[in-house]
Nanobody, 119 residues
């Protein structure tokens, strides 16, 4: 299992950008496809984006397409989520996890990072 530490969240205004980071803790991401998820207040956690380990192929939820970019630095065992043109509906706690398709691979989640977008 991969333990992670998410960071980079904050309070921004609509239209601004944030870059989230997800760093491996205790072991590397080697061999794992990785993804970002988010959970808004009162809602279930949902898939946002994923990136494959070997090819770097990415896939996004419709809500993230054209605005968010997922990337990874395998040497640093870190996954990033660049979020541009943020909207109030992007407000949520953001988490990363190893993925299988668009589903989290593990039930154990990090503490997440809070993103709040004001209108």
């Amino acid at each position: 299992q991969v333990h992670v530490v998410e960071s980079g969240g904050g309070l921004v205004q609509a239209g601004e950008s944030l870059r989230l980071s997800c760093a491996a803790s205790g072991r590397t991401f080697r061999g794992y496809n990785m993804g970002w998820f988010r959970q808004a207040p009162g809602k279930e956690r949902e898939f946002v984006a994923r990136i494959s380990w070997s090819s770097g192929i990415t896939y996004y939820a419709d809500s993230a397409k054209g605005r968010f970019t997922i990337s990874r630095d395998n040497n640093k065992s870190t996954v990033y989520l660049q979020m541009n043109s943020l909207r109030p509906e992007d407000t949520a706690v953001y988490y990363c996890n190893a993925v299988s398709g668009t589903s989290p691979l593990y039930d154990d989640w990090g503490q997440g990072t809070q993103v709040t977008v004001s209108s």
